[in-house]
């Protein structure tokens, strides 16, 4: 078997442990295409533009599948690469994305 450092294809997941997840809206699950192209926050803030018009508060329980689905279709729009030059020289593929809206309930 190959040493890690030699290995072609790796999967190294991002984890995050929120300790107080009321303020969490949703999750953004997008593979590493995605992030070769943009940082979390850059993630974070075009989701927050695109689903509540930066305005959560605002717009609670009003996004709909729909909206979510649009979301992902910019997204991965924003993503694609611009020519065929940049095409060749970082790929167009793995781009995937699935908003997952949090609904929190008080028990």
């Not at 190959?2 to 290995?7: A, D, F, N």
């Not at 959560?56 to 065929?84: F, S």
């Amino acid at each position: 078997m190959l040493p890690r450092e030699e290995w072609k294809v790796t999967s190294e997941p991002e984890v995050v442990v929120i300790d107080d997840p009321k303020n969490i809206q949703y999750v953004v699950l997008c593979c590493d295409g995605v992030f070769d192209k943009k940082e979390n926050e850059e993630v974070a803030n075009r989701c927050n533009e695109l689903l509540y018009k930066n305005d959560y508060n605002a717009n609670k329980g009003k996004v709909d599948k729909k909206q979510r689905e649009y979301a992902c279709q910019r997204l991965l729009h924003d993503c694609l690469p611009k020519d065929t030059e940049e095409a060749n020289e970082k790929g167009a593929d793995n781009l995937s994305c699935t908003i997952v809206e949090l609904h929190h309930y008080k028990l």
